[in-house]
Structure formats: C-alpha cells, structure tokens
C-alpha cells in the first residue's frame, strides 16, 4: 500500500513526537523490537521480510525465505517467477 506523500510524513512525525519513545515497528521485525530513531530492526528480521526495517517481503522464492539484508534468493524462484529477488511478474505456462 502506497501512502500518500503529507500522509506518511505525518505519520512519522506522529510516531517520533506526539507518541514520544513510542514507534511502530515493522511487522517484519524479530520480537517487534527496533530503533526508535529511525525504525531499524534491533534484532534483525522474520523470514520472509528484509531491509533494514524489515518492511519489505521476499519474494516468490525457492526453498528458503530471501536474505534478509538485500532480498534476493538464494536458491533461486519458484516455477514462474524470476528476478534475483523473484518478484517479477508469473510466466503464464
Ligand atoms: C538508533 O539510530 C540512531 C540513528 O541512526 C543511532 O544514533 C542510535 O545509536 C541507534 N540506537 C540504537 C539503540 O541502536
């Protein structure tokens, strides 16, 4: 989900000051834990998510979930998908 540009900006300034020490981490975070300066991760992230903030999903691939710094796959896609990360687009076989 795409959130408007002034939405997202309030957002922030939403969970960093009104909210005080309070932020929402990603879901993608271990034990839901991150830094409360800039969203990051404490503990690294839940299989299936990646990036620092854990707030980006693998992709389609095979065997195992992406890695967890840069997304990509490591043992390659599942039938129809491709991309190091597997996210484009299904081959219609
Ligand atoms: C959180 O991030 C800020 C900004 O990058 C950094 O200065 C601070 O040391 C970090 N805090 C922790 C607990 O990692």
Do not use: H
């Not at 929402?24 to 299989?47: A, M």
């Not at 992709?59 to 796959?73: F, H, L, V």
């Amino acid at each position: 989900m795409e959130l408007p540009v002034g939405l997202a900006v309030f957002c922030v300034l939403y969970f960093t000051g009104l909210a005080g020490a309070q932020r929402d981490c990603y879901e993608g975070c271990i034990n839901n834990v991150c830094n409360v300066t800039n969203g990051v991760c404490s503990e690294g992230c839940r299989d299936g998510f990646y990036g620092q903030r854990c707030d980006r999903n693998c992709g389609e691939c095979r065997n195992k979930p992406c890695d967890k710094r840069t997304g990509s796959c490591k043992e390659g896609c599942e039938a129809g998908w491709r991309g190091s990360s597997c996210k484009q687009g299904r081959i219609d076989l």
